[in-house]
């Protein structure tokens, strides 16, 4: 059974500072997704990792894959307030569509 | 495009009543997907459909629940009878093949 785990669950930040989200994840796979989730609201796309050494920028947040070390990061730069959420990473072995999601990681970003 | 519409946004209902759950995927999207969302076990994937065909409904918790798609633009999710337990957030998902899901606003269900 394939499982996801994000490190760590809760981050609490300052604005201005760096930091990174970590997702593990138990079976061989050539694809991740990054998701953010704002309180009460759905689940937006942020991106998409197709293969190893894949990196991805917008804005303040870079995502890398590493298939090898099954593990994906979420790097955020320079954090500010409008970056509070929960973001999720997802797994999809096969290729095949279906996703298993991490358990989510709640970011707060204050002054 | 309008996005993944889902109906009602909000639903109250009592133990052992019937509770339907409407999604309208975005057009040309192939697949859809229904997840449920609660604090205690996260996100689950339900069902998911291709082509209106389900591919996989593993993840559907008991009998009491159901899904169709009779044609490509409208999918439901039936709960009969509801449960307290059954209380979360259920979101519905498309996609153009494999590729990045797009969510609808979700329905919070509430059974008492």
């Known amino acids: 059974e394939l499982k996801v785990e994000q490190n760590p669950l809760f981050l609490s930040m300052q604005e201005g500072k760096n930091y990174t989200i970590y997702c593990n994840y138990s079976?061989?796979?050539?694809?991740l997704y990054w998701y953010r989730q704002d309180p009460g609201k759905s689940l937006e796309s942020l991106f998409v990792?197709?293969?190893?050494?894949a990196v991805k920028q917008e804005g303040r947040l870079m995502a890398s894959l590493d298939t090898k070390a099954r593990l994906s990061t979420l790097h955020i730069t320079a954090a500010v307030h409008d970056l509070s959420a929960t973001y999720f990473c997802?797994?999809?072995?096969?290729?095949?569509?279906?996703?298993?999601f991490g358990q989510g990681t709640i970011l707060t970003v204050h002054p | 495009d309008a996005g993944v519409i889902q109906s009602p946004r909000h639903e109250v209902t009592e133990m052992g009543q019937e509770v339907t759950l409407r999604c309208k995927p975005i057009?040309?999207?192939?697949?859809l997907f229904w997840y449920r969302q609660t604090m205690m076990r996260g996100l689950e994937l339900l069902i998911y459909?291709?082509?209106?065909?389900?591919?996989?409904d593993s993840g559907m918790p008991e009998d009491r629940f159901s899904a169709k798609m009779p044609n490509a633009s409208f999918s439901t999710l039936k709960i009969q009878p509801s449960e307290p337990r059954d209380s979360a957030v259920y979101f519905c998902?498309?996609?153009?093949?494999?590729?990045?899901?797009?969510f609808g606003p979700g329905t919070r269900l509430l059974v008492l």
């Open positions: 079976t061989t796979s050539d694809r």
């Open positions: 057009s040309g999207h192939d697949y």
């Open positions: 459909f291709n082509n209106n065909v389900p591919i996989d």
């Open positions: 997802a797994v999809d072995i096969s290729s095949s569509g279906k996703l298993t």
């Open positions: 990792l197709l293969s190893n050494g």
């Open positions: 998902a498309s996609s153009q093949g494999h590729w990045t899901q797009y």
